[in-house]
């Protein structure tokens, strides 16, 4: 299989070291499942400073990215996808502003060629390169972070995870946790009993049916009570409603 090809415009292409050099991600490259292209959008400047930032028009506080050196990189790293036979980049701007990164949008890229990241430092970028350039916006969530580059590399690194092959073995079976719209269950390993705690009695019956049964409830539990949007959001199986009946007795009782 040909491997999925990224291109990110950052003036910070050292910081994507971080996905090449460790774990699941660094071996999708030693294994050529996945490739990164950096475009620096200095190197696109003509002047002796180098620069890619200016003021805002209308005041106001810090600085914005200029037009020229973005647009030149972008088309740069379009050039390389039409040598490749993909003749449909999609750029994706990384903004606080974007509509919010969801699982559904991650399966989504990973099934597409051509995608061009355009992680942005101070306070944005000149909007017309934005209306003439870029696709989509996304975010990562509700906070505030430093520039786009960490937001690009978690995009990726979730990609990547997406990628068949990437997770060896059975990829659908280490997914299923997000995938079907729950928290996941407790998980123990050796000791036994740590500072007088004891792994559940249920993990060591070798009864399968029993484990499933048990991690099921604990998950619908967990969900409950720390993300009950998830559980609206969501069909329940007929045993699934039955696991959390039984936790929603035990929590009566509990009360009495
Ligand atoms: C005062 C307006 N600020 C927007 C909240 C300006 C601003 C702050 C931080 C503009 C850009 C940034 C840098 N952040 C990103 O580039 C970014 C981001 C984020 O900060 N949070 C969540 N997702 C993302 S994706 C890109």
Redesign the pocket.
Not at 119 to 124: I, K, P, Q, T, W
Not at 140 to 147: P, R
């Given at each position: 299989m040909k491997p999925l090809s990224f291109d990110v415009v950052t003036i910070f292409p050292e910081m994507f070291q971080a996905l090449k050099d460790f774990g699941i991600t660094s071996r999708a490259f030693q294994e050529a499942f996945v490739e990164l292209a950096l475009w620096n959008p200095r190197d696109f400047t003509i002047d002796t400073h180098r620069t890619v930032d200016d003021r805002p028009y209308g005041g106001g506080p810090?600085m914005l990215m200029m037009i020229e050196p973005l647009k030149k990189a972008i088309d740069a790293a379009k050039k390389t996808h039409l040598s490749k036979g993909i003749k449909a980049s999609r750029v994706i701007h990384?903004?606080?502003?974007?509509l919010p990164l969801t699982h559904q949008k991650v399966i989504e890229l990973s099934q597409t060629s051509g995608l061009i990241f355009l992680?942005?430092?101070?306070?944005?970028v000149d909007e017309r390169l934005i209306e003439s350039c870029v696709d989509e916006e996304?975010?990562?969530?509700?906070?505030?972070?430093?520039?786009?580059e960490l937001?690009t590399m978690v995009l990726i690194d979730a990609i990547i995870r997406q990628l068949p092959g990437v997770l060896g073995g059975d990829n659908s079976a280490i997914e299923d946790s997000f995938v079907n719209g729950l928290l996941d269950y407790p998980h123990y390993t050796r000791p036994e009993v740590y500072e007088g705690s004891k792994v559940p009695d249920v993990l060591l019956s070798g009864n399968h049916a029993r484990i499933s049964a048990w991690r099921l409830q604990q998950s619908l539990a967990l969900t409950k009570v720390r993300r009950p949007d998830l559980l609206s959001a969501r069909l329940l199986t007929k045993e699934e409603s039955r696991l959390l009946e039984e936790i929603n007795k035990q929590e009566q009782d509990s009360n009495n």
């Open positions: 810090g990384l903004s606080p502003r974007g992680a942005s430092r101070y306070e944005g996304i975010s990562i969530g509700d906070y505030v972070l430093s520039g786009g937001p």
